[in-house]
């Protein structure tokens, strides 16, 4: 189980420093284009992202990982 936790937290970094790498500024622009967002706007794309993650674990668990 935490292997699967160190795989998830070291692919997640690796995608996040692949992004400030290859397009820093646009990451930026995604991070001004949220502030503009309303706070219930952020929450909600937090929750889609959170529920995303867990049925990306799950089907990854139910194919034997």
Known sequence: MIETVFLALGLVLIVEG???MLAPSLVEQLLEMLRTLPE???R???ALGLVT???LLWIAHWLGA
């Open 18 to 20: 692949l992004a400030w």
């Open 40 to 42: 219930t706007a952020r």
């Open 44 to 46: 909600q794309i937090g």
């Open 53 to 55: 993650g867990l049925i």
